[in-house]
C-alpha cells in the first residue's frame, strides 16, 4: 500500500436505471479502466460505492488515491419525471395568486387538441398559494412597499399547516431583488425549518411563469438532492478513510466531490445543494459531452447522440463538437429555463414494457420494469415483455450480460412475448420485431426533434450510439432517418462515465436588460457583464481555481422586435461598443436563419432587441486522452470471430446464421460487413445486412451502409 500511496485516480460515476457505470483515469499513467455493477434503487448510495469498491479492486487502488470523484446522478430527473413532489408552498405577489393556473395558456399539439387534453395538477395548488402586498416595476424600482405583516403572516400560516419547503417569486424580482430576500427572512425568522428557494437566486430572468416554475422546482427538489449529496459524500469519506493507511489519512483532505450539472460542467457538492435544480439533467448531459469529445476526436464534428438505458433513451445534437444548450426545457412536466444541455427522453429503454392497448394494437414504453424486477429474461418476477426480452429471443444479443455475470432466461422471455403474439393474432418473429420497430421509430422521432424541428439535416449527421442497450436499433435508425452512419466508441455503455471525467467546472449567470439595439446604452450594458463575471469569478475562486485558469463565456439572448422567443447566441468578450453590437446582431441574424429558415438582416424596418445578458464561469480540468488502437495481426475471423448463432434481423427474411465477434479482439482498420453481432463487456452492436463496418484509429465502430445499399 506504501507504493500506492501516490497514485492519483480520479473516477467517473453514473448511476443509471439500470447499471452503475463507473470509470477510473490514472492521472499519471492516462490509462482509463471501465467497469458496471447494478444499480440499487431502494438506496443509490450502495450501488455508487459498490462500483468505486469494484473499479479500485480492478486497478489495484485504495481509497487513498482517489483524488476526485464526478457523479451524474438521476435523483432530481426521478423526482419530476414521477411527479412524487411533496407538500410545497409557493409566495407571490399580491393580484397573482392564479399564476400557475393561467400558465402560459396553451395547449399542448395546438388548439385542436383543447377537446381532448385534460389540464395536468400545478406544481403547487391553489389552495397553498400565499401573497405578498408590495410592487416593483421592470426597472426594479419600488412602486409599493413590501408589505411585512403580509409575510409574515404568510410564514405562520405555512408553519401551520406543515408546508416546510417553499418557493419565492416575487414580480420582478430579476431587476431587484430587495422584497425576495426580506422575504426569506422573515422565513428564516418565523419558520425556520423551512427550506426555500427564491427566484432570484435561482433564476435571474423576466417572464414570471417560467421563473416561478423554475423556483419551485429548484425548492421540490432540494430536500432529495440534499438528503442524497450529503449521504454519498459522507459515505465516501468513511469509505476512504476505511480503506487508507493512517500516513495517506493525514497526507490527503476532504475528497473533492463533484456533481455533474444539466450544463455541460459540474459543481463541487458543497455548492450543488444551494443549486440543486441545476442536476436536473445529470446523467443525460455527461453522455452528450462524452460522445461529442470521442466524436470530434474520430473527426465527427456534427452528430447525433442516442444513450439508451435501461429506463429511457436520451438523444441530443452536437455541433462543431459542442452540444447544444438550451434554456427553454423541460423535465417530465415542469418547465425549467436553466441552461441545460438540449436533451430529449423518450420511454424506449432496454425494459421498456411491450403491451396491448384497450384497442388492440402493440404499444411500447412508456412504462419499464426498470432494474428491480426487471425484464422477463432477468428471472426477478417480471411479469410484462420488454424491448430486452425481444432482442434476446431474437438472437441480437448473447443470453447473458455483463459477459457472463448476469445470465438470463431465454425461455422465459420467448413465453411472455408469445403470449402478447398469441392476443395480437401474430406469429411470433413479427411480435418481437414488431416490438423493435415501434421502439426504433419512438427513438427516430425523438431525433428528429432535436435535428430537424431544429433546422438541421439529419442526413449530414453521424448517429453516436452509447449506453447498453444504445447500439442494438442502430443499424435500423440508419434506415428510418437516412442518416450518414453510426459511431459507437468502445465501452459505449460507459461513455456517460467517461464523459463526467471530461467535464469543467461551469456556473451560469443571466440578468434581464431589455433594450433594442438602437437604444442600448453600452456602459450600462457593460455594467451588467461586468458584474454578472465577479459573481462568476467568486464562485470559481471558492472551487478552489486560482484566478489564471478562470474562463469567461458570454451569450446574449436576442429577438426581433415583436417576437415573443429569444435566440441565444455566442457574444464575444471585449468592451462594449457600436461595433460589439453590431458582432451580436451578425451572430444573430444567422443563427435566426438556421433555425427558422429567414432573417431580415439589412431591413431598416426591423429592429433587434436584446432580451437577457448571461456569463458563464468555467474552471478547467485535465482531460483525458482518448488512447489509440493498434492493428491486429493474423486472420480477422479466426481472430475475432468466437462463435455462430441464428438471429433475425427482419421477419419476413427470418433466422441467419450470424458470426458473432469478440470486440476486444478487434484492430485498427479491420473491416466486416453484415450479418454480424459484436459482443463486449457492457454492450452488444448488431450489424444487419447491408451494413460494413470499420474499425478506426481510435477503436470506434464506423458502421455505414455497403455501397450497393447506400442510395
Given amino acids: 500500500m506504501a507504493d ?11 448511476t443509471g436505471g439500470t447499471f452503475t457505470d463507473v470509470v477510473a483515469f490514472d492521472e499519471d499513467s492516462g490509462e482509463l479502466v471501465t467497469t458496471k455493477t447494478p444499480s440499487t434503487p431502494g438506496n443509490p448510495a450502495d450501488g455508487f460505492i459498490a462500483g468505486i469498491e469494484k473499479i479500485l479492486g480492478i486497478v489495484g487502488a485504495g481509497g487513498s488515491d482517489i483524488t476526485a470523484v464526478s457523479h451524474g446522478t438521476t435523483v432530481a430527473t426521478n423526482k419530476l419525471l414521477e411527479g412524487k413532489v411533496e407538500a410545497l408552498g409557493f409566495i407571490t405577489t399580491e ?10 395558456q396553451s395547449v399542448p399539439d395546438g388548439y385542436g387538441n383543447s377537446y381532448f387534453w385534460v389540464k395536468p395538477d400545478r406544481i403547487v395548488p391553489a389552495d397553498r398559494v400565499r401573497t405578498v402586498g408590495g410592487r416593483l416595476d421592470f426597472t426594479g424600482a ?51 425549518e423551512a427550506i ?17 416554475m423554475t ?22 469519506h468513511a469509505f476512504r478513510d476505511g480503506h487508507s493507511t493512517g500516513a495517506a489519512r493525514n497526507d490527503r483532505g476532504p475528497m473533492p466531490f463533484y456533481v455533474m450539472k444539466s450544463n455541460g460542467g459540474v459543481l463541487s457538492a458543497d455548492e450543488v445543494v444551494h443549486q440543486p435544480i441545476t442536476t436536473v439533467l445529470s446523467g443525460p448531459a455527461a453522455g452528450a459531452l462524452g460522445a461529442a469529445l470521442i466524436a470530434k476526436v474520430a473527426g465527427f464534428p456534427r452528430i447525433l447522440t442516442c444513450d439508451g438505458g435501461g429506463t429511457s433513451t436520451d438523444v441530443s445534437v452536437v455541433l462543431d463538437g459542442e452540444p447544444t444548450l438550451t434554456t427553454e426545457g423541460t423535465v ?13 427522453t423518450v420511454g424506449a429503454g432496454g425494459g421498456s414494457i411491450a403491451w396491448l392497448s384497450p384497442e388492440g394494437t402493440l404499444k411500447v414504453g412508456p412504462h419499464s420494469a426498470g432494474a428491480d424486477p426487471g425484464p422477463l429474461c432477468y428471472g426477478k418476477g417480471g411479469t410484462q415483455p420488454t424491448i430486452t426480452d425481444a432482442h434476446v429471443t431474437l438472437g441480437r444479443i448473447p443470453p447473458h450480460l455483463l459477459g457472463g455475470e448476469i445470465p438470463l432466461d431465454v425461455d422465459a422471455a420467448r413465453t411472455g412475448i408469445a403470449a402478447l403474439a398469441d392476443d395480437l393474432g401474430l406469429g411470433f418473429e413479427k411480435c418481437a420485431t414488431g416490438i423493435l420497430e415501434i421502439s426504433a421509430w419512438n427513438q427516430a422521432n425523438a431525433l428528429r426533434q432535436v435535428s430537424v424541428k431544429r433546422g438541421l439535416d439529419v442526413r449530414d449527421f453521424m448517429l453516436t450510439t452509447f449506453g447498453g442497450s444504445g447500439s442494438l ?38 440578468q434581464t436588460h431589455v433594450a433594442k439595439e438602437s437604444a442600448l446604452d453600452h456602459a450600462q450594458v457593460q455594467t451588467i457583464l461586468d458584474t454578472l463575471t465577479e459573481r462568476a469569478r467568486g464562485a470559481l475562486d471558492k472551487e478552489g481555481f486560482a484566478p489564471a485558469e478562470h474562463r469567461f463565456q458570454r451569450t446574449i439572448d436576442v429577438r426581433y422586435v415583436g417576437q415573443a422567443y429569444e435566440v441565444r447566441v455566442a457574444a464575444p468578450d471585449g468592451p462594449v461598443d457600436a461595433a ?124 455505414r451502409k455497403t455501397q450497393e445499399d447506400a442510395r
Avoid at 500506492?4 to 453514473?14: L, N, S
Avoid at 408589505?147 to 431587484?176: K, M, P
Avoid at 427564491?198 to 414570471?208: A, F, G, K, P, T
Avoid at 421540490?220 to 454519498?232: C, F, L, Q
Wanted: glycine share 6%.
Fill in 215 to 236: 423556483t419551485l422546482v429548484d425548492a421540490a427538489v432540494k430536500p432529495n438532492v440534499s438528503r442524497y449529496v450529503t449521504n454519498i459524500q459522507d459515505r465516501l
Fill in 95 to 104: 393580484g397573482y395568486e392564479f399564476m400557475l393556473e393561467i400558465a402560459r
Fill in 473 to 510: 436499433l442502430a443499424c435500423r435508425l440508419v434506415d428510418i432517418l437516412d442518416l450518414a452512419g453510426v459511431v459507437v466508441p468502445p465501452n459505449p455503455g460507459n461513455v456517460s462515465a467517461f464523459g463526467l471525467l471530461t467535464v469543467d467546472v461551469k456556473n451560469d449567470y443571466v
Fill in 142 to 192: 419600488e412602486i409599493r412597499t413590501f408589505d411585512e405583516d403580509a409575510a409574515v403572516a404568510a410564514a405562520r400560516w405555512f408553519r401551520d399547516q406543515g408546508i416546510s419547503t417553499i418557493g419565492v417569486c416575487l414580480l420582478h424580482a430579476y431587476a431587484n431583488d430587495g422584497h425576495e430576500l426580506r422575504m426569506r427572512d422573515i422565513l428564516r425568522r418565523e419558520h425556520p
Fill in 332 to 344: 417530465g412536466a415542469y418547465p425549467s429555463k436553466i441552461p441545460m444541455i438540449d436533451v430529449v
Fill in 4 to 14: 500506492q500511496a501516490h497514485r492519483r485516480i480520479r473516477i467517473g460515476i453514473d
Fill in 580 to 703: 460589439y453590437v453590431e458582432q451580436v446582431a451578425d451572430a444573430f441574424h444567422t443563427d435566426h436563419r438556421q433555425l427558422y429558415g429567414y432573417d431580415f438582416r439589412g431591413d431598416p424596418d426591423q429592429q433587434v432587441e436584446w432580451v437577457n445578458l448571461r456569463v458563464t464561469g468555467i474552471g478547467p480540468i485535465t482531460r483525458p486522452e482518448i488512447p489509440t488502437l493498434e492493428k491486429a495481426e493474423g486472420d480477422l475471423r479466426e481472430r475475432a470471430v468466437r462463435t455462430q448463432r441464428e438471429v433475425c434481423f427482419d421477419a419476413e427474411q427470418g433466422y441467419v446464421t450470424t458470426d458473432v465477434l469478440d470486440r476486444s479482439a478487434l484492430g485498427a482498420g479491420d473491416t466486416f460487413t453484415g450479418p454480424a453481432i459484436v459482443e463486449e463487456f457492457g454492450s452488444t452492436i448488431p450489424v444487419h445486412p447491408g451494413f460494413e463496418v470499420v474499425v478506426d484509429d481510435w477503436a470506434n465502430l464506423v458502421i
Fill in 196 to 212: 426555500v428557494s427564491i427566484s432570484s437566486e435561482v433564476l435571474r430572468e423576466y417572464r414570471e411563469y417560467e421563473r416561478a
